[in-house]
């Protein structure tokens, strides 16, 4: 693939985290020569945070492989839709169906380990004097549960500098579903105790795509940052 043709690999990151999750899989990407970006997502609501997403990827010029992790993968369902996306990448990710949130799709499995960890905290609406709720993950549970196959020096670090996502954005139903006209991959990390893995799986085969599986914990891309890249790379090769 020339470097003219060659995509661009736009990583989202998703809840509780911010775009240094993709710290170890970015040099993976460029040492291939390929253009990364990863843009800081709002974590406001899907719809505004899809939006956000989709103006990110018209400025590209040239083909994008979009690859979405945890509620990223909800982001990248939407904004999937613009013209130069060729392809999508979910990691432990969430494959709504249009029409349908997180909300919905989390409530046909059994709760995860997270569920019961999660910290609701009140934060101004601007223009508004009513309050939003922001939700982020217990400090003290967030290693176990978002990061046990991370080093735990920084899993803490990780806890204390989290990346809240609004309450609004798991009752919002997703206006598209790429993966419906876009190829996918799809990877489920087996070991996750922040989406149960059964959800994952559900939404890859509902979606027909292409799957693994890694023993991991939901931020695989730190732990297992080769397999991370090494299905991305599938993906842009797919499309070559």
Known sequence: MSQTTAPTIVLVHGAFA??????????????DGLKVVAPAVPNRSLIGDAAYIASVVRRIDGPVVLVGHSYGGAVITVAGVEDNVKALVYLAGYALEEGESLGELQGRFPDSDLAAALVFTPFPLEGSTETGSDVSVDVARFPAIFAADVEHDLAEVLAVSQRPLAAQAFGEAAPAAAWKSKPSWGLVSSADHTINPDVERFGYERAGMTTIEVESSHLVMLAHPKRVADLIREAVQAIG
Not at 18 to 31: F, K, N, T
């Open 18 to 31: 911010d775009a240094s999750s993709y710290a170890r899989v970015i040099p993976e990407l460029l040492a």
